[in-house]
Nanobody, 112 residues
Framework: EVQLVESGGGLVQPGGSLRLTCAAS????????MSWVRQAPGKGLEWVSW????????YTADSMKGRFTVSRDNAKNTVSLQMNSLKPEDTAVYYC?????WGQGTQVIVSS
């Protein structure tokens, strides 16, 4: 059974940082692309970042480029999202995703 469990969310002030982690199990992690997607209150899903398997090439949405960095640790079966210079508009539930499989999400609130 595929399991994706996010952690690391919370309340942070504007300009602050958070590191989200997704622990994966139930599949051969190193062979799959992984993504982060978010959903702000009252809004639709927004793609955040995508990390290719193998090559490790990453893609990040333009609005987050330079502030968010995605990485993976194939030895630990985890994918992380380092978020710096957070803004109130980054407030959302952040989901880890593998194809059609989603984690339960972790809430990020950016507020003073």
């Amino acid at each position: 059974e595929v399991q994706l469990v996010e952690s690391g969310g919370g309340l942070v002030q504007p300009g602050g940082s958070l590191r989200l982690t997704c622990a994966a199990s139930g599949f051969t992690f190193s062979t799959y692309d992984m993504s982060w997607v978010r959903q702000a209150p009252g809004k639709g899903l927004e793609w955040v970042s995508w990390l290719r398997s193998g090559s490790g090439i990453t893609y990040t949405a333009d609005s987050m480029k330079g502030r968010f960095t995605v990485s993976r640790d194939n030895a630990k079966n985890t994918v992380s999202l380092q978020m710096n210079s957070l803004k109130p508009e980054d407030t959302a539930v952040y989901y880890c995703k593998r194809g059609a499989d989603w984690g339960q999400g972790t809430q990020v609130i950016v507020s003073s």
